[in-house]
């Protein structure tokens, strides 16, 4: 830096003296020159200094963080150029694109939106595209507020497949739904109101249907007690929420069989009038009389069993709020969601809930669902030609660890080859780490075929574990003699602090034996057609909506005497609304040229 102030002074005497001695009048002829040699020292010092050879070892950390800024690639260990156009490419995604989708052939995906078979990651060095396997399992650990939402509508708007989306609000659904509904049906289930009116529900989950079957039954019993949060895989809570699976799946089926409701369920967990549970699975044929046992044991007075009646009332909390519970309890006229019909078409389910802590009461239903969209998709995927769901689902699932708390550690694991794609979203490693334990949060890093950091990230293990996992190389270096023995250094890859200080939407992506690469994520709102269709969607909603008539009668016995209307302008009509404005008709620029 002080060789270029140096050399910035002496440029700027030079042409001070040259001035001088020709006259102010080559101040024009000289500014063009003096200026590109200027602009040329400065380019050539800032390279030598900041993002050249020598700036790899004295500063790296900036060296690399300006080199990502300016699409170029961070250095040695990182995905060169060549690797980009083999592993990285179209070409590559056309190959690899039969395991995601058996049944579409390769002439097919050659003139096929590779999108159909593939995931566009964003734009590496040099503005290289690149591309991923559909199949991979994929973790993104970001910061709030760093774009991982719009990665995700991004992700949710190309997908050919039906697509379950959870989030905390209804920016995605906002963003997404009017393309997705060009695929298929687009159905809300935001129980909480979260958003407004406007997105409110448009389907029922009817919780108990299809219970009959004790293998449907039990599953959602786990389901809504393992959605219990119970801070690790250890310790007494999770003990007693393994007691509590089996009764509670067994008045789940009691519930089913007796044409109850979930209220129904709920008392029998609290002992009000859960005498009739075993007369109704001793004399229905249909019943899993296996079960009476589990019924008997939480009946009986004691610690034990207090303690299991305790955990399966905390499963069904929610059922005590009147929205959650009205959002399962099928009313006249109500639309019910079918989960089988969803797993077979390429609609989208927004599951919406309001963000309240690991120990929100909407997680055990909003697993439950889950679950059972999961359950079905995995039947009809096994009875597909391939063996699994063709084209596959997407499981968006933000803030996985507080609203959803679905098995990620088990899913990760198999759920590819039964065609269901997931895409969990976190803060953190010890994120994961609460919900799942330490053996459970190290599966879903294990698992995850893609991994996606963002910038921001301030959990000091997850960083150094992202730095060793992209290991270390050796840099010489600069003006060294070349028979010293100490003029090779060895450096990490990746940095701790540089994963802390990436660039805005620029993330660090580490694919299964793949060299890292720093990827430029694309943000649904930058796409043209979501901006045509919000602007649609603006456009149609907009305009004056009518206010409801007042009566000016009723109005004036709210008020007091001395700001009463009088009667004779009571008297009159109500007020009328104001005639409608005039349609917004769009208007294009002037063209080039003209005024």
Same mark, same amino acid.
């Given at each position: 830096?002080?060789?270029?102030?140096?050399?910035?002074?002496?440029?700027?005497?030079?042409?001070?003296?040259?001035?001088?001695?020709?006259?102010?009048?080559?101040?024009?002829?000289?500014?063009?020159?003096?200026?590109?040699?200027?602009a040329?020292?400065?380019?050539?010092?800032?390279?030598?200094?900041?993002?050249?050879?020598?700036?790899?070892?004295?500063?790296?950390?900036?060296?690399?963080?300006?080199?990502?800024?300016?699409?170029?690639?961070?250095?040695?260990?990182?995905?060169?150029?060549?690797?980009?156009?083999?592993?990285?490419?179209?070409?590559?995604?056309?190959?690899?694109?039969?395991r995601?989708?058996?049944?579409?052939?390769?002439?097919?995906?050659?003139?096929?939106?590779?999108?159909?078979?593939?995931?566009?990651?964003?734009?590496?060095?040099?503005?290289?595209?690149?591309?991923?396997?559909?199949?991979?399992q994929?973790?993104?650990?970001?910061?709030?507020?760093?774009?991982?939402?719009?990665?995700?509508?991004?992700?949710?708007?190309?997908?050919?497949?039906?697509?379950?989306?959870?989030?905390?609000?209804?920016?995605?659904?906002?963003?997404?739904?009017?393309?997705?509904?060009?695929?298929?049906?687009?159905?809300?289930?935001?129980?909480?109101?979260?958003?407004?009116?406007?997105?409110?529900?448009?389907?029922?989950?009817?919780?108990?249907?299809?219970?009959?079957?004790?293998?449907?039954?039990?599953?959602?019993?786990?389901?809504?007690?393992?959605?219990?949060?119970?801070?690790?895989?250890g @310790? *007494?809570?999770?003990?007693w929420?393994?007691?509590?699976? =089996? /009764?509670? $799946? !067994?008045?789940?089926?009691?519930? +089913?069989? #007796?044409?109850?409701?979930?209220?129904?369920?709920?008392?029998?967990?609290?002992?009000? @009038? *859960?005498?009739?549970?075993p007369?109704?699975?001793?004399? =229905? /044929?249909? $019943? !899993?009389?296996?079960?009476?046992? +589990?019924i #008997?044991?939480?009946?009986?007075?004691?610690?034990?069993?207090?303690?299991?009646r305790?955990?399966?009332?905390?499963?069904?909390?929610?059922?005590?709020?009147?929205?959650?519970?009205?959002?399962?309890?099928?009313?006249?006229? #109500?639309?019910i969601?079918?989960?089988?019909?969803?797993?077979?078409?390429?609609?989208?389910?927004?599951?919406?809930?309001?963000?309240s802590?690991?120990?929100?009461?909407?997680?055990?239903?909003?697993?439950a669902?889950?679950?059972?969209?999961?359950?079905?998709?995995?039947?009809?995927?096994?009875?597909?030609?391939?063996?699994?769901?063709?084209?596959?689902?997407?499981?968006?699932?933000?803030?996985?660890?507080?609203?959803?708390?679905?098995?990620?550690?088990?899913?990760?694991?198999?759920?590819?080859?039964?065609?269901?794609v997931?895409?969990a979203?976190?803060?953190?490693?010890?994120?994961?780490?609460?919900?799942?334990?330490?053996?459970?949060?190290?599966?879903?890093w294990d698992?995850?075929g893609?991994?996606?950091?963002?910038?921001?990230?301030?959990?000091?293990?997850?960083?150094?574990?992202?730095?060793?996992?992209?290991?270390?190389?050796?840099?010489?270096?600069?003006?060294?003699?070349?028979?010293?023995?100490?003029?090779?250094?060895?450096v990490?890859?990746?940095p701790?602090?540089?994963?802390?200080?990436?660039?805005?939407?620029?993330?660090?992506?580490v694919?299964?034996?793949?060299?890292?690469?720093?990827?430029?994520?694309?943000?649904?709102?930058?796409?043209?057609?979501?901006?045509?269709?919000?602007?649609?969607?603006?456009?149609?909603?907009?305009?004056w909506q009518?206010?409801?008539?007042?009566?000016?009668?009723?109005l004036?016995?709210?008020?007091?005497?001395?700001?009463?209307?009088?009667?004779?302008?009571?008297?009159?009509?109500?007020?009328?609304?104001?005639?409608?404005?005039?349609?917004?008709?769009?208007?294009?620029?002037?063209?080039?040229?003209?005024?």
């Open positions: 830096m002080i060789r270029l102030v140096l050399i910035l002074v002496a440029l700027a005497a030079a042409t001070f003296a040259i001035i001088r001695m020709l006259g102010h009048h080559s101040l024009i002829l000289l500014a063009l020159p003096v200026a590109g040699i200027v040329l020292v400065v380019a050539v010092q800032f390279w030598r200094h900041t993002i050249g050879r020598r700036a790899r070892i004295a500063n790296r950390t900036r060296c690399l963080r300006w080199r990502i800024w300016l699409r170029l690639r961070p250095g040695p260990g990182w995905a060169s150029h060549l690797e980009l156009i083999v592993r990285w490419s179209r070409l590559r995604a056309v190959l690899t694109g039969a995601s989708r058996p049944s579409m052939p390769g002439w097919r995906r050659l003139v096929t939106p590779a999108t159909q078979y593939a995931v566009r990651l964003g734009r590496a060095q040099w503005f290289r595209r690149a591309w991923g396997r559909m199949e991979d994929t973790l993104m650990l970001a910061p709030p507020r760093a774009g991982k939402t719009g990665y995700l509508c991004d992700r949710i708007i190309d997908h050919p497949g039906a697509v379950l989306a959870t989030s905390t609000r209804a920016d995605a659904l906002k963003l997404t739904i009017a393309l997705r509904r060009q695929l298929g049906p687009a159905e809300v289930f935001n129980p909480q109101g979260v958003g407004g009116p406007e997105v409110r529900s448009t389907v029922c989950f009817d919780l108990l249907s299809g219970c009959e079957d004790p293998a449907l039954a039990m599953m959602l019993g786990q389901a809504l007690s393992g959605g219990v949060h119970t801070s690790g895989e @310790g *007494d809570m999770a003990w929420r393994g007691k509590a699976e =089996d /009764p509670l $799946a !067994a008045l789940l089926h009691a519930a +089913a069989l #007796a044409g109850a409701t979930i209220e129904d369920v709920y008392a029998w967990t609290n002992r009000l @009038g *859960d005498d009739q549970v007369a109704v699975l001793t004399r =229905d /044929p249909r $019943a !899993a009389k296996v079960w009476l046992s +589990a #008997a044991e939480i009946r009986r007075q004691g610690k034990t069993p207090g303690s299991i305790s955990t399966m009332s905390k499963a069904l909390s929610w059922v005590a709020l009147p929205g959650l519970r009205d959002a399962v309890v099928p009313r006249t006229g #109500a639309r969601f079918d989960p089988a019909a969803f797993a077979a078409s390429t609609g989208t389910l927004y599951m919406i809930a309001a963000e802590g690991e120990t929100s009461p909407v997680a055990p239903l909003f697993r669902l889950a679950e059972r969209i999961v359950w079905e998709g995995t039947l009809i995927g096994s009875r597909m030609p391939s063996g699994k769901l063709d084209p596959p689902m997407l499981l968006a699932l933000d803030e996985v660890t507080q609203i959803c708390p679905v098995p990620l550690p088990q899913w990760l694991a198999d759920s590819a080859g039964r065609g269901i997931i895409i979203v976190a803060h953190g490693i010890a994120q994961l780490e609460g919900r799942w334990g330490t053996q459970g949060a190290q599966a879903v698992t995850s893609c991994k996606l950091l963002l910038g921001g990230l301030s959990d000091a293990d997850t960083l150094e574990r992202v730095s060793q996992l992209c290991g270390e190389i050796e840099l010489r270096r600069s003006g060294h003699d070349s028979r010293d023995l100490n003029r090779y250094v060895r990490r890859v990746v701790p602090e540089l994963l802390r200080m990436l660039p805005d939407f620029r993330a660090l992506v694919r299964t034996n793949r060299y890292p690469a720093a990827i430029h994520l694309r943000m649904a709102w930058k796409r043209r057609d979501v901006r045509r269709s919000v602007s649609s969607a603006a456009r149609s909603m907009g305009g009518p206010l409801p008539v007042l009566d000016l009668a009723e004036s016995s709210a008020v007091p005497d001395d700001l009463a209307v009088p009667d004779d302008l009571a008297a009159t009509a109500p007020l009328s609304a104001p005639p409608a404005s005039p349609p917004f008709i769009w208007k294009p620029r002037n063209p080039k040229g003209t005024r």
